[in-house]
């Protein structure tokens, strides 16, 4: 039985860009999996997803995928 909980979850900008931001736990056949993840739309029809994911849930941790998903940047051609 695979199950994900969502810990914490809001609608924003990323850099400037609509984003959806959530981050929570999913439970697998080998532990508990923490996640972070930022759903960026740079156009009607054009998503992007970055994410991270460990299996420790420290401060630093938190930090660095908060910091990650942060530094996201689209770039023109």
């Given amino acids: 039985q695979r199950r994900i909980t969502l810990t914490s979850s809001s609608a924003g900008e990323l850099n400037g860009l609509p984003a959806y931001r959530a981050q929570g736990e999913a439970y697998s056949n080998r532990g508990k999996v923490y996640f ?18 460990s299996s420790d849930n420290s401060a630093a941790i938190q930090n660095q995928a908060d910091g990650m998903l942060s530094s996201f940047k689209l770039l023109p051609n």
């Fill in 36 to 53: 972070w993840l930022a759903l960026v739309q740079a156009s009607p029809d054009t998503v992007y997803y970055v994410g991270a994911a």
